[in-house]
Antibody, heavy 119, light 108 residues
Framework: EVQLLESGGGLVQPGGSLRLSCAASGFTFSSYAMNWVRQAPGKGLDWVSG????????FYADSVKGRFTISRDNSKNTLYLHMNSLRAEDTAVYYC????????????WGQGTLVTVSS | EIVLTQSPGTLSLSPGERATLSCRAS???????LAWYQQKPGQAPRLLIY???SRATGIPDRFGGSGSGTDFTLTITRLEPEDFAVYYCQQYGSSPKTFGQGTRVEIK
C-alpha cells in the first residue's frame, strides 16, 4: 500500500524557519515526482512546490519562491520542504502528494501536517 | 497562470439526486490535463478523475468527468450519503498547477 507520512509541523514565530518531511513507502520513491500542497484553515488547496524524480528540477509557487526549498533524499525515501522567513499567511496544513511526472495528477496524498505561524 | 473557477459554490441536494459540478478555466487546459478531487472534513483530498474523464482506481462509476478546452464537468449520477463533501478541480498541464476554489455538496 502506498503511504505518505508528513511530519515537522508546529508553531513558529513570524520570520522563523521550519523543515517538513514526508516519508514514503509502498512504491519506488525514486521513480516519481513529488509535490507539496497547502490548505489554509477553512480555505481551498494551493500548490506550493514540486520536484523531479532526481531532484535536479524544482518548481515553486510565486508566493513561496525564494523562501521555501524543496528537496528529496531517494536513499531515505523522504521528501522535504525547508521553509524560511515564514509569514502568518503561510499558516496551513501542508500535504505531500505523489505524481507520475511533470504533467501528472496527484495521487495519493499524505494526511498533512499543520504549520502555524504566529507570535 | 491558469485560473479555475468552480460553480456553484455550494450545491444542496438529497441522496439519490444527480449532482453536476462545473470547472471553467481562464485559458485552454493542455491535453485535457484536468483532475477532480474529493475532500471530506479532516481528511486529505482523494483523486477521483484524471485526464478530464478517466476514473481513478477504486472510484465508483457513478462519478463521471467530461469536457475539454476551458469547460469541464464532474457528474455524480446518484448521490450516496458518503458523497457529501467538497470537490476541487485541478489543471496540471502548465505551471503553476492550479486548483479551483471548490464546490461543497451538502445534504438538503
Amino acid at each position: 500500500e502506498v503511504q505518505l507520512l508528513e511530519s515537522g509541523g508546529g508553531l513558529v514565530q513570524p520570520g522563523g524557519s521550519l523543515r517538513l518531511s514526508c516519508a514514503a513507502s509502498g512504491f519506488t520513491f525514486s521513480s516519481y515526482a513529488m509535490n507539496w500542497v497547502r490548505q489554509a484553515p477553512g480555505k481551498g488547496l494551493d500548490w506550493v512546490s514540486g520536484i523531479s524524480v532526481s531532484g535536479t528540477s524544482t518548481f515553486y509557487a510565486d508566493s513561496v519562491k525564494g523562501r521555501f526549498t524543496i528537496s528529496r533524499d531517494n536513499s531515505k525515501n523522504t521528501l522535504y520542504l525547508h521553509m524560511n522567513s515564514l509569514r502568518a499567511e503561510d499558516t496551513a496544513v501542508y500535504y505531500c502528494a505523489k505524481s507520475s511526472g511533470s504533467y501528472s495528477w496527484f495521487d495519493p496524498w499524505g494526511q498533512g501536517t499543520l504549520v502555524t505561524v504566529s507570535s | 497562470e491558469i485560473v479555475l473557477t468552480q460553480s456553484p459554490g455550494t450545491l444542496s441536494l438529497s441522496p439519490g439526486e444527480r449532482a453536476t459540478l462545473s470547472c471553467r478555466a481562464s485559458q485552454s487546459v493542455s491535453s485535457s490535463y484536468l483532475a477532480w478531487y474529493q475532500q471530506k472534513p479532516g481528511q486529505a483530498p482523494r483523486l477521483l478523475i484524471y485526464g478530464a474523464s478517466s476514473r481513478a482506481t477504486g472510484i465508483p462509476d457513478r462519478f463521471g468527468g467530461s469536457g475539454s478546452g476551458t469547460d469541464f464537468t464532474l457528474t455524480i449520477t446518484r448521490l450516496e450519503p458518503e458523497d457529501f463533501a467538497v470537490y476541487y478541480c485541478q489543471q496540471y498541464g502548465s505551471s503553476p498547477k492550479t486548483f479551483g476554489q471548490g464546490t461543497r455538496v451538502e445534504i438538503k
